[in-house]
């Protein structure tokens, strides 16, 4: 599942994050038999990439990565993810209990349950991300 929020309310570039994205996932075990999503942030001083994954029953796993001059940084002591992502994680918790924790283990269902679109939120084009199965897009976040 893949979500994009943005400071300035332009269209996030996914081509920014895509390295990124599957250098996380390779690092983390993240497969396509593992529930995730990932946020795609284009803050007000840095980008942003947000990815959570589910294991252990109900546990919640988070990597933030910032770029800081070309360069991701992953380092939980000097950022984290902000108030407008937490619109989405709460989503995603909500939406991981309904699908997968509720004694029905279905993950295509979790996969298509996006978080509404809302005055903020505008789907991003698919094309971009062949290989995740949503995609949503937040914008206008003051980070």
Not at 56 to 61: A, T
Request: contains cysteine; charged residues 25%.
């Amino acid at each position: 599942k893949l979500y994009t929020i943005s400071a300035s309310g332009s269209a996030v570039d996914f081509h920014r994050y895509s390295e990124r994205l599957t250098h996380v996932k390779q690092d983390k075990g993240i497969d396509e038999s593992v529930p995730a999503f990932a946020i795609l942030h284009d803050g007000a001083a840095f980008e942003y990439l947000i990815v959570g994954w589910w294991k252990n029953e109900n546990e919640l796993f988070l990597s933030v990565s910032v770029r800081e001059s070309d360069q991701w940084i992953e380092d939980l002591t000097k950022y984290s993810f902000c108030i407008w992502d937490l619109d989405i994680v709460l989503h995603e918790k909500n939406s991981f209990i309904t699908h997968l924790y509720s004694g029905t283990m279905n993950l295509k269902a979790y996969r298509q349950d996006m978080k509404q679109e809302t005055e903020h939120v505008v789907a991003l084009n698919r094309s971009l991300a062949p290989t995740l199965k949503s995609t949503s897009s937040v914008r206008g976040s003051e980070d």
